[in-house]
């Protein structure tokens, strides 16, 4: 029986479909353990590729006959072999191309919805990553926010729908993912736009990125408004878009709120991010649809895969928003914290400019899922 390929785009429509599929992952428990392919209808069995160096005959009672099966590895080389070891027993199995690697990096664009004037806006998702990046059109100009490393995505998206990148932002110094900002923007030409208060390192020309700016795309047809919202980092910024739109960058997610510490300064920025979420963003319209840079768990997405929610009811149902007591607020962001990322300081450091690590140690750092929030 020949052994199927299957592609992160195709597992990403069975997630946001919530299908059915049975993942026989062959890393090591750690591993899998710490992150995995998520999906509601998802089954798992974690069986370490070097138990099976012997045969596979020992797991054929551990695998079901209706369900189809996808093997996955790190990097695809260990469940091809292990795909073809079940094949040679009659098993229906396919493989995940380019392993958890692909996974990490792959990005499903997704139509967030239209803009008053002409235009759109797009959320692209990293499925496997939990990162959030963002394209805003408007008479054939566009703007990117929090792009990722992988920035053929967003060129090959943009030419293909006959649009001009011209600008890119920044809301914050990321230090879970590398940014792709300063690259598109060297080989597009377009603006590059940084808060200063988080670029006082780097070792690169921005634009500063500061309170109430108004960005234009497209012949005037579209503002956007920085509004300084600080807390996760001392320089984040927000972005309303359209009178629509709160872009919260990594300061509000759907279901728990930014982290403040990845500047090693919790104790600092715990009142900036109370400040940013209990008056900055009490005062804007509960109408305004907050899209953020990252989601935690599957469960946040939406039918059609996106990640959204009315700011009201966030301040309804987000825990992070309901706690009255100061005292209660300091203690869930200091003291709830989940692991820091993988190698977020060689993270910071690569987005400041300081160090420029080849392609395969940027996805070594990058390995891992959303450690950004907190709930």
């Known amino acids: 029986m020949a052994v199927k390929l299957m592609t992160s785009k195709e597992v990403t429509k069975k997630v946001i479909k919530k299908e059915e599929l049975f993942i026989l992952d062959v890393r090591n ?12 209808k998802f089954e798992y069995l974690n069986i370490p590729y070097f138990e099976l160096l012997d045969g596979v ?3 054929l009672n551990q695998l079901p006959n209706d369900k189809e099966i996808l093997v996955v590895c790190a990097k695809e080389g260990s469940s091809v072999m292990v795909a073809e070891m079940l094949s040679e027993y009659g098993v229906s199995v396919s493989y995940l191309q380019g392993g958890m690697k692909a996974w990490s990096e792959y990005l499903e664009p997704i139509k967030v919805g239209d803009l008053v004037n002409g235009g759109e806006l797009y959320q692209f998702v990293r499925i496997g990553k939990g ?14 926010i929090d792009a990722t490393r992988m920035t053929d995505v967003y060129i090959d998206f943009a030419r293909d729908i006959n649009a001009k990148i011209v600008h890119i932002f920044d809301t914050h110094l990321h230090a879970d993912h590398i940014s792709g900002g300063r690259k598109i923007a060297e080989l597009t ?50 972005f309303i878009v359209d009178e629509q739109y709160l872009l919260s960058g990594d300061i509000l997610f759907i279901d728990s709120i ?28 509960h109408e305004l649809i907050v899209l953020p840079a990252h989601f935690m768990v599957i469960s946040e ?14 301040f309804e149902n987000n825990h992070g928003l309901n706690l009255s007591n100061e005292y209660e607020f300091n203690k869930l962001v200091t003291e ?10 060689e993270i910071r450091e690569t987005n400041m400019g300081k160090v420029t690590p080849d392609i395969e140690k940027q996805r070594e750092m990058e390995i891992g899922p959303n450690r950004c929030a907190v709930r």
């Open 57 to 59: 005959e020992g797991i």
């Open 29 to 40: 428990q750690n591993d899998f353990n710490d992150w995995k392919i998520e999906g509601e």
């Open 301 to 314: 997405l939406n039918e059609d895969g996106s990640v959204s929610e009315k700011l009201g009811t966030l």
């Open 131 to 144: 990162c959030l990046s963002y394209m805003l059109v408007s008479n054939g100009e566009a703007a990117i």
């Open 189 to 238: 030409g377009a603006t590059y736009w940084l808060p200063p208060k988080d670029a006082t390192e780097v070792t690169f020309s921005y634009n500063p990125l500061e309170n109430n700016n108004q960005i234009m795309i497209g012949n005037t047809t579209l503002s956007i408004q920085a509004l300084y919202s600080p807390g996760h980092t001392i320089g984040s910024t927000s």
């Open 336 to 345: 709830n914290l989940p692991p820091q990322p993988n190698s977020y300081q």
């Open 258 to 285: 930014g982290r403040p510490d990845l500047a090693g300064l919790a104790e600092d920025w715990v009142g900036d991010l109370r400040e940013t979420l209990y008056r900055r963003y009490k005062e804007l319209s």
